[in-house]
């Protein structure tokens, strides 16, 4: 049996030798490797904080003890000594363990953790919650994989330091994020791992103080605390002395041995201090250390050679590598356009732009609020600055995207990758709210294309609109068709709709991915003598007035379609317009219901949620029956 199948908890490993965890580590990164080659998921900071792990367990009492774990893509280890290991193969299932942090899960998932940079804010409430209550017991932070990037991350660590609390944070420093880490930190991080003066001056100091016969241990402990001194103008330690912090490090963060006397040591400390811990992203993967590359990993590698076995049937491009190729032909046409992304190049496809244009290419790290108003001033010296970002990241710019670009309406463009339900990523990635936050939004265009061919006509036309920002969501998905080139496709008309099928009954008015299968049930219903009107209403704000108005005159019953939540989204928009516009018209929405969506494939998300063709039909027989039994 292996040492892994024995751990039940953490309790069984703190009995453990020194060696029998050295032993466990290696079996966690091989079940890791194991599964996640077959299932898919986040394994590069998993297969990173594996000793990290092991020692903190180890040095804690969890579940007493609160270990916070931010962005939740460095849990894995964490749920395998939790009593999950088991039930690993279900990881990012339907059904199955969540790809991050999740409080119903396990009690040892004390935070729900799958965007960056919450877990100092969230240890901090948990450490002052303890002391409000008179409990006892440790709280500890693990920040990393490029989270101390992110604002919200300084202000944790800001108030937590003045705080004067027992709090622990642990910054796991790998030099990554997903892609190579950005930004003055990450600089001044990596120093104390470059600066060749301080580690000969480290090496020889403990070579003195072994070598050192008796009588002379005493100069031995003068030259440790010299070290101490030495450092602290060297190493990244001052900056976290300064913010109230006691400083521990930079520890490489796979010696258990260092690992485990530090964190024993720490443990019985009580006021604020800090490890510094450095790790390897993708430690151990058989097919390379690649940091970005093996990020995470989609169902089917083999991981000696990280190729994939499984191949897609999709014959088509996703839409992410069709925006990715049309923003570098966008970028030679116009030597204005600039991208903006937060730490995702590979995730949202413009990594090729950053290769061809570095110079008009920004990636801001983990601070989207940031990016938005770094766009927003690039606006105003006349650059085209086209942000992109994940719809579900997007939220955390939202301010940012009010109060600097929509206010002064500078034409900040807004690429929502990851729009609509994201499969097997979970509820923590679902960008099922951008329509509705995008459309409060004071001088914003909001659209959604209906494939591929048509997201390059809109992104063309967000690059020519001048009048404010332009926002625009596409899915986690293939493209229904495969788009010609970007030179070959014309800017979408501002503000139309599309006509796509002619009826007379039903009117269908679809925003997005929603067009498609709505024209299939269109023509299903067609056999039972069901005749509908299908729209594509690509421009969602502003809204197609003459089109509009020649369905209102030529329908009875109009269905809202859309890939997002029906509260305040397109359904209610536009149903409060037909309202005031034709109030004789009976109208209903379908869409996204207000509750949470969890992991399952995309496809079978859709359906379920009737967002499919059969869905789409049963909806407008739905609305048809009830207007006969109201007759």
Same mark, same amino acid.
């Given at each position: 049996m292996s040492i892994l199948e024995g751990i039940n908890s953490p309790a069984d490993i703190r009995g453990m030798s020194r060696d029998e965890l050295r032993a466990l580590a290696q079996a966690m990164r091989d079940r890791l490797i194991d599964v996640c080659s077959r299932t898919g998921g986040h394994i590069g900071a998993g297969l990173g904080v594996v000793e990290l792990t092991i020692a903190l367990h180890?040095?804690?009492?969890?579940?007493?003890? !609160?270990i916070v774990w931010d962005v939740g893509h460095q849990g894995?280890?964490?749920?395998?000594?939790?009593?999950?290991?088991? !039930?690993?193969? &279900?990881?990012? !299932?339907?059904?199955?363990? &969540?790809?991050?942090?999740?409080r119903t899960e396990s009690e040892y998932d004390t935070f729900g953790a799958g965007h960056a940079a919450t877990a100092i804010s969230a240890a901090l409430g948990m450490a002052a919650g303890r002391d409000v209550m008179g409990e006892q017991f440790k709280v500890a932070a693990v920040i990393g994989d490029g989270s101390l990037g992110s604002g919200l991350a300084y202000e944790g660590l800001?108030?937590?330091?003045?705080?004067?609390?027992? +709090? +622990?944070?642990? =910054?796991?420093?790998?030099?990554? &994020?997903? $892609?190579?880490n950005v930004g003055a930190m990450h600089k001044y991080l990596t120093s104390i791992q470059r600066n060749p003066l301080y580690n000969r001056l480290r090496s020889r100091i403990g070579e003195l103080v072994d070598q050192a016969p008796g009588p002379f241990q005493s100069a031995g402990t003068l030259l440790r605390k010299w070290e101490e001194s030495v450092k602290s103008f060297l190493t %990244?330690?001052?900056?976290?002395?300064?913010?109230?912090?006691?400083?521990?490090g930079p520890i490489d963060g796979h010696d258990i041995d260092a690992l485990m006397d530090t964190f024993t040591a720490v443990r019985g400390m009580n006021t604020p201090r800090l490890v510094h811990v450095i790790t390897q992203k993708g430690k151990g993967f058989p097919a390379g250390e690649h940091g970005e590359k093996w990020h995470a990993l989609p169902p089917g590698h083999d991981p000696s050679t990280g190729k994939v076995i499984a191949v897609s049937s999709g014959a088509n491009p996703a839409y992410t590598a069709v925006y990715g190729k049309a923003l570098v032909e966008l970028g030679a046409e116009r030597k204005d356009v600039a991208? +903006?992304? $937060?730490?995702?190049? &590979?995730?949202?496809?413009?990594? !090729?732009?950053?290769?061809?244009? %570095?110079?008009?290419?920004?990636?801001?790290?983990?601070?989207?609020?940031?990016?938005?108003?770094?766009a927003s001033g690039l606006a105003t010296r006349g650059v085209r600055p086209i942000v992109t970002i994940y719809s579900t990241f997007l939220q955390r710019g939202y301010d940012n995207i009010i109060h600097d670009a929509a206010l002064q309406k500078l034409p900040v463009v807004f690429a929502m990758d990851r729009a609509?339900?994201?499969?097997?990523?979970?509820?923590?990635?679902?960008?099922?709210?951008?329509?509705?936050?995008?459309?409060?939004?004071?001088?914003?265009?909001?659209? $959604?294309?209906?494939?591929?061919?048509?997201?390059?006509?809109?992104?063309?036309?967000a690059v020519e609109h001048t009048d404010g920002p332009f926002c625009f969501r596409y899915p986690r998905d293939v493209s229904p068709d495969v788009p010609p080139a970007m030179a070959d496709v014309a800017a979408v008309p501002y503000g139309t709709w599309e006509v796509e099928r002619r009826g007379k009954d039903v009117a269908i008015l679809a925003v997005g991915t929603?067009? =498609?299968?709505?024209? $299939?049930?269109?023509?299903? =219903?067609?056999?039972?003598?069901?005749?509908?009107?299908?729209?594509?209403?690509?421009? +969602?704000?502003?809204?197609?007035?003459?089109t509009l108005n020649a369905i209102l005159a030529e329908h009875s019953h109009v269905l809202m379609v859309e890939e997002g939540v029906v509260t305040n989204g397109f359904g209610a928009y536009m149903s409060a317009i037909v309202h005031r516009l034709a109030p004789q018209v009976r109208t209903a929405v379908h869409g996204v219901p207000d509750r949470i969506i969890y992991a399952a494939p995309r496809k079978k998300q859709l359906a379920s949620l009737g967002l499919d063709a059969v869905g789409i039909a049963q909806r407008v027989r739905a609305l048809r029956d009830t207007e006969a039994l109201a007759g």
């Amino acid at each position: 049996m292996s040492i892994l199948e024995g751990i039940n908890s953490p309790a069984d490993i703190r009995g453990m030798s020194r060696d029998e965890l050295r032993a466990l580590a290696q079996a966690m990164r091989d079940r890791l490797i194991d599964v996640c080659s077959r299932t898919g998921g986040h394994i590069g900071a998993g297969l990173g904080v594996v000793e990290l792990t092991i020692a903190l367990h180890a040095a804690f009492e969890t579940p007493t003890d !609160q270990i916070v774990w931010d962005v939740g893509h460095q849990g894995y280890p964490h749920k395998l000594l939790t009593g999950r290991n088991a !039930q690993l193969e &279900s990881l990012r !299932q339907e059904d199955g363990l &969540s790809g991050f942090l999740k409080r119903t899960e396990s009690e040892y998932d004390t935070f729900g953790a799958g965007h960056a940079a919450t877990a100092i804010s969230a240890a901090l409430g948990m450490a002052a919650g303890r002391d409000v209550m008179g409990e006892q017991f440790k709280v500890a932070a693990v920040i990393g994989d490029g989270s101390l990037g992110s604002g919200l991350a300084y202000e944790g660590l800001n108030n937590a330091g003045h705080s004067d609390r027992d +709090i +622990i944070v642990v =910054l796991n420093d790998n030099e990554m &994020s997903i $892609a190579p880490n950005v930004g003055a930190m990450h600089k001044y991080l990596t120093s104390i791992q470059r600066n060749p003066l301080y580690n000969r001056l480290r090496s020889r100091i403990g070579e003195l103080v072994d070598q050192a016969p008796g009588p002379f241990q005493s100069a031995g402990t003068l030259l440790r605390k010299w070290e101490e001194s030495v450092k602290s103008f060297l190493t %990244p330690g001052v900056l976290f002395e300064e913010l109230g912090f006691r400083y521990f490090g930079p520890i490489d963060g796979h010696d258990i041995d260092a690992l485990m006397d530090t964190f024993t040591a720490v443990r019985g400390m009580n006021t604020p201090r800090l490890v510094h811990v450095i790790t390897q992203k993708g430690k151990g993967f058989p097919a390379g250390e690649h940091g970005e590359k093996w990020h995470a990993l989609p169902p089917g590698h083999d991981p000696s050679t990280g190729k994939v076995i499984a191949v897609s049937s999709g014959a088509n491009p996703a839409y992410t590598a069709v925006y990715g190729k049309a923003l570098v032909e966008l970028g030679a046409e116009r030597k204005d356009v600039a991208v +903006i992304t $937060a730490a995702m190049p &590979s995730g949202t496809g413009t990594t !090729q732009f950053g290769k061809a244009y %570095p110079e008009r290419f920004f990636d801001v790290g983990i601070a989207e609020g940031h990016g938005v108003t770094f766009a927003s001033g690039l606006a105003t010296r006349g650059v085209r600055p086209i942000v992109t970002i994940y719809s579900t990241f997007l939220q955390r710019g939202y301010d940012n995207i009010i109060h600097d670009a929509a206010l002064q309406k500078l034409p900040v463009v807004f690429a929502m990758d990851r729009a609509g339900l994201v499969g097997e990523d979970g509820e923590t990635h679902m960008g099922l709210y951008d329509i509705p936050y995008m459309l409060t939004v004071p001088n914003m265009t909001v659209t $959604a294309p209906k494939n591929g061919t048509e997201m390059l006509g809109l992104l063309r036309a967000a690059v020519e609109h001048t009048d404010g920002p332009f926002c625009f969501r596409y899915p986690r998905d293939v493209s229904p068709d495969v788009p010609p080139a970007m030179a070959d496709v014309a800017a979408v008309p501002y503000g139309t709709w599309e006509v796509e099928r002619r009826g007379k009954d039903v009117a269908i008015l679809a925003v997005g991915t929603m067009v =498609l299968p709505s024209i $299939a049930a269109a023509d299903a =219903l067609a056999a039972e003598g069901l005749d509908v009107t299908v729209v594509n209403c690509r421009y +969602i704000k502003p809204y197609d007035e003459v089109t509009l108005n020649a369905i209102l005159a030529e329908h009875s019953h109009v269905l809202m379609v859309e890939e997002g939540v029906v509260t305040n989204g397109f359904g209610a928009y536009m149903s409060a317009i037909v309202h005031r516009l034709a109030p004789q018209v009976r109208t209903a929405v379908h869409g996204v219901p207000d509750r949470i969506i969890y992991a399952a494939p995309r496809k079978k998300q859709l359906a379920s949620l009737g967002l499919d063709a059969v869905g789409i039909a049963q909806r407008v027989r739905a609305l048809r029956d009830t207007e006969a039994l109201a007759g």
